[in-house]
């Protein structure tokens, strides 16, 4: 296929993802009519002994990761149709499983046709299904970053069998991750498709808001050194507060909440689904954990690639946002 043809599809993928993820949850796929795509299949996959950069160690590290599609091989064995698509910020592999992205792509003829391609979604370190803060340890687990999360997704690539993938592909924090991934395994990957990042340091009002969430929380009385017995909710409050302005697109926004009552209920759904998981078709999701939340905004710190750009070897498809408070 020619990657090339697609643009257009891609970044309306790219931007209805983004947005239906600002804030802080979306309302679950509809049911009905079924997708055209095929049902993937779920698992985790464990590394033991897992090695931190900060030194510290997890003897049971848990990734979890959806796939469609099977992997095809040429005539030396070697898988040829790997597609890893890498989610964002306190998302998960689920955040492509739905009608405007999945709908978009995977289906019959679409440009990542799940019976031509072998789709990979993980869930990074601390996101989704995959070992966190949340699972017992708080703020005694292991304090990630960004190498530590492709580490094991490169870990996870391998235990499938796959020496080269074919495309990776990313949004906002995937679209970081991706960079990362082509400069350290640049034989690795074949194309990539980044999407809504910069690859330079995180610092000025990207570095300030991403602080002011982790303040929020850890001044919130009832976040006790993250061993709290309930959720500190006006901490995580004031972060959803501050997740929606900087996950939003002032010119969509201005469209779509066009009068008082909207923004309203706008707000409303958002903090509902945020503190107690209860998404505006009533569908439930997670609520937001305070400590989780933490580790994954921290997990930023140090990402810098831009020394290494010359290192990639990867055809790059670079699709960036317009309007994007957060870059």
């Known amino acids: 296929m020619g990657w090339g043809t697609g643009v257009g599809a891609l970044a309306l993928c790219a931007s209805l993802v983004a947005f239906s993820a600002s804030g802080a949850r979306a309302a679950a796929p509809p049911t009905e009519p079924p997708p055209a795509y095929g049902t993937p299949h779920t698992a985790d996959f464990t590394i033991h002994n897992f090695q931190f950069r900060s030194g510290e160690s997890l003897r049971r590290l848990r990734i979890h990761y959806a796939t469609f599609g099977t992997p095809r091989r040429d005539a030396n064995g070697r898988v ?4 890893l698509i890498l989610h964002g910020t306190g998302g998960a592999g689920t955040t492509f499983i739905r009608p405007q992205f999945a709908g978009e792509l995977f289906g019959p003829g679409q440009l990542l046709d ?8 993980p869930d990074g370190i601390g996101h989704g299904k995959s070992s966190k803060p949340s699972d017992g340890l708080r703020m005694r687990f292991p304090h990630y970053d960004y190498a530590d999360m492709i580490e094991a997704q490169h870990a996870l690539v391998q235990s499938l069998g796959i020496e080269r993938i074919r495309l990776i592909m990313g949004t906002s924090m995937g679209c970081m991750q991706a960079f990362m991934w082509a400069e350290t395994w640049p034989d690795a990957v074949q194309a990539m498709q980044p ?5 330079t340091r995180i610092v000025g009002r990207n570095r300030l808001w991403r602080r002011m969430i982790i303040d929020a929380i850890e001044h919130d ?11 500190p909710k006006e901490g995580l409050r004031a972060a959803e507060d501050i997740t929606i302005i900087a996950g939003s697109a002032a010119h969509q926004m201005q469209k779509v909440l066009d009068t008082p009552e909207k923004v309203q209920k706008y707000l409303d759904d958002n903090m509902r689904a945020a503190l107690d998981g209860v998404l505006p078709d009533g569908g439930k999701v997670p609520p937001d954990d305070a400590d989780d939340l933490i580790y994954a905004i921290d997990s930023s710190r140090d990402y810098d690639p831009s020394a290494r750009l010359e290192d990639i070897k990867a055809d790059v ?3 960036n946002s317009a309007d994007d408070f957060i870059n």
Do not use: T
């Not at 999407?195 to 690859?199: D, E, G």
């Open 195 to 199: 999407m809504a990042c910069l690859p």
């Open 80 to 83: 040829i149709n790997a597609v």
């Open 114 to 121: 799940d019976s031509k391609y072998f789709i990979i979604l």
């Open 221 to 231: 009385p009832a976040w006790d050194g993250g061993d709290y017995k309930r959720e």
């Open 317 to 319: 498809m670079w699709i």
